[in-house]
């Protein structure tokens, strides 16, 4: 009986990770790699996040697929050699993000709010963009994040 419970409670875990399209992806904890300011048009700061930085293809592609969870304080900051059409979508990913395409100048391209978890849907930059930050849904809309809006970060060493 004991060898039949161990078996079901695998399966169930097993289960977890599953996605509508029963793609597995894994649960990926955030990784603190730097800090980014959002700053007034006057240069005072509006706050302040932590990032996880990726820079790599493989990273960029998988993005934020399959985390169920980001800090409330924290965002996945995408960096790009050079400014260029930027291309997202939610599939396999839970959560509702804002995404804040960000042009070489740290100036805001446009903002995709409240984007929809797991949709096949394209998000695209209405411009050229360098970087990319993923926050949580409303994130923009809570602390008044807007075009106006400018940003400066630092990757720690």
Known sequence: MRYATLLLVLAV???????????????AEF?????LDFL????????????????????????LMGRRSLPSRGGMFF????????????????????????????????IAK?????????IESISPAQFVLEVRG??????GIDDSTRFRWTIDS
């Open 31 to 35: 990784r603190k790699d730097g800090s």
């Open 79 to 110: 960096v790009y050699d050079a400014p260029k059409d930027q291309s997202f979508w939610m599939k396999n990913t839970p959560l509702p993000l804002d995404i804040i395409f960000i042009g070489s100048d740290s100036s805001v391209v446009n």
């Open 13 to 27: 875990l097993a289960g977890c990770n599953k996605q509508p399209d029963n793609t597995v992806v894994g649960q």
């Open 138 to 143: 409303g994130f923009t809309d809570r602390l």
């Open 40 to 63: 007034r048009p006057d240069g005072n700061v509006i706050t302040t996040i932590d990032i996880e930085v990726v820079g790599d293809r493989e990273s960029q592609a998988r993005g």
């Open 114 to 122: 409240r984007t929809k978890p797991l949709s096949s849907a394209t």
